[in-house]
């Protein structure tokens, strides 16, 4: 495991500010212990430095994963957020979305979130910034875009797409049959 690199640190900060804002400050400043962000085989992991001391022990190839996988960095050198990170993402996000129950399992098939399944949305929502989407019984589901501001949302056609799906706890289930 290895310390991000100036530009990989900038990515990786740009697009979790587009989901946490100024809360990223929570996930470095922490009071229960000194957390860092190490990248390993192009994968971005949040570690307890305690946990890291012990995981250097361990070759770099046969260590599988330590910590909580934030994403990763596709071939193109861009940074794609995983499913794995969004209890920070649901604990910290700036932005939410909640979804009534008729909706919540379109969402889960890997669907976007339509006008028409939106059951709230936080005051002040901007267009094209990330956005955690819960049910009504505040369950986090996954995270996306949010394409609508607060007010569009409001004259919105109940079939437009409000939410664009990035991901969502649905893929375990979808992803089990490629394995």
Request: aromatic share 12%.
């Given at each position: 495991?290895?310390?991000?690199?100036?530009?990989?640190?900038?990515?990786?900060?740009?697009?979790?500010?587009?989901?946490?804002?100024?809360?990223?400050?929570?996930?470095?400043?922490?009071?229960?212990?000194?957390?860092?962000?190490?990248?390993?085989?192009?994968?971005?992991?949040?570690?307890?430095?305690?946990?890291?001391?012990?995981?250097?022990?361990?070759?770099?190839?046969?260590?599988?994963?330590?910590?909580?996988?934030?994403?990763?960095?596709?071939?193109?050198?861009?940074?794609?957020?995983?499913?794995?990170?969004?209890?920070?993402?649901?604990?910290?996000?700036?932005?939410?979305?909640?979804?009534?129950?008729?909706?919540?399992?379109?969402?889960?098939?890997?669907?976007?979130v339509l006008k028409g399944?939106?059951?709230?949305?936080?005051?002040?929502?901007?267009?094209?910034?990330?956005?955690?989407?819960?049910?009504?019984?505040?369950?986090?589901?996954?995270?996306?875009?949010?394409?609508?501001?607060?007010?569009?949302?409001?004259?919105?056609?109940?079939?437009?797409?409000?939410?664009?799906?990035?991901?969502?706890?649905?893929?375990?289930?979808?992803?089990?049959?490629?394995?």
């Open positions: 495991m290895r310390v991000l690199s100036e530009e990989e640190t900038q990515q990786f900060f740009e697009k979790l500010a587009k989901f946490l804002g100024s809360n990223i400050k929570f996930l470095v400043d922490r009071e229960d212990g000194e957390y860092v962000f190490r990248l390993h085989s192009s994968r971005v992991y949040y570690i307890n430095s305690e946990v890291l001391k012990m995981a250097s022990h361990v070759g770099k190839d046969e260590l599988m994963s330590a910590g909580t996988i934030f994403g990763k960095f596709t071939k193109s050198g861009k940074f794609k957020l995983n499913i794995t990170c969004l209890d920070y993402l649901a604990k910290y996000c700036k932005y939410k979305v909640w979804v009534k129950p008729n909706g919540e399992q379109t969402y889960l098939y890997g669907n976007h399944h939106l059951a709230r949305i936080t005051e002040n929502t901007p267009s094209n910034t990330g956005v955690v989407v819960f049910s009504i019984t505040d369950i986090p589901l996954g995270f996306g875009m949010c394409m609508k501001t607060t007010q569009q949302c409001r004259d919105l056609d109940p079939t437009q797409v409000v939410v664009i799906n990035q991901a969502d706890v649905g893929e375990y289930l979808r992803s089990e049959d490629d394995i």
